[in-house]
C-alpha cells in the first residue's frame, strides 16, 4: 500500500508555470506506475499524463503535450509534473495516483488528496 501526497498548486498567470509533487510513503513505491489526474468543475476527471515504474515510458493527453513533463524519482519517492505555459482552461484539481500504467482512473487504486491549480487570464 501506498499513501500519497500532492503540493505545488496555487494561482498562476496564464502562460506561467508550477511544478507539481506527489510524495509517497511507504517502499514499495517503484512497484507502481504513477498517474497525473484533473478534475475540473463540472467535468470528469482525465488523465493528464502517466509514467512507468522506470520511468521509461510516459503518456500525456493531447491537451497537454508539448507543455507538461511527468517524471519520478524513486530514491526519494517522488513524481512531480511540471507545466508550462498554462492556460485558463488548466483550472483543476491535481491528483496523483499510483496503480497500472493505464490511461483508465479504475487502474490506479491509491489516490492523494488533490491539489488546486488555478490559472487566472
Known amino acids: 500500500q501506498v499513501q500519497l501526497v500532492e503540493s505545488g498548486g496555487g494561482l498562476v498567470q496564464a502562460g506561467g508555470s508550477l511544478r507539481l509533487s506527489c510524495a509517497a510513503s511507504?517502499?514499495?513505491?517503484?512497484?507502481?506506475?504513477l498517474g497525473w489526474f484533473r478534475q475540473a468543475p463540472g467535468k470528469e476527471r482525465e488523465l493528464v499524463g502517466a509514467i512507468t515504474r522506470n520511468g521509461g515510458t510516459t503518456y500525456y493527453a493531447d491537451s497537454v503535450k508539448g507543455r507538461f513533463t511527468i517524471s519520478r524519482d524513486n530514491a526519494k519517492n517522488t513524481v512531480y509534473l511540471q507545466m508550462t505555459s498554462l492556460k485558463p482552461e488548466d483550472t483543476a484539481v491535481y491528483y496523483c495516483?499510483?496503480?497500472?500504467?493505464?490511461?483508465?482512473?479504475?487502474?490506479?487504486?491509491?489516490w492523494g488528496q488533490g491539489t488546486q491549480v488555478t490559472v487566472s487570464s
Open positions: 511507504g517502499r514499495t513505491f517503484g512497484n507502481y506506475a
Open positions: 495516483a499510483a496503480g497500472r500504467y493505464s490511461t483508465l482512473s479504475r487502474d490506479y487504486p491509491y
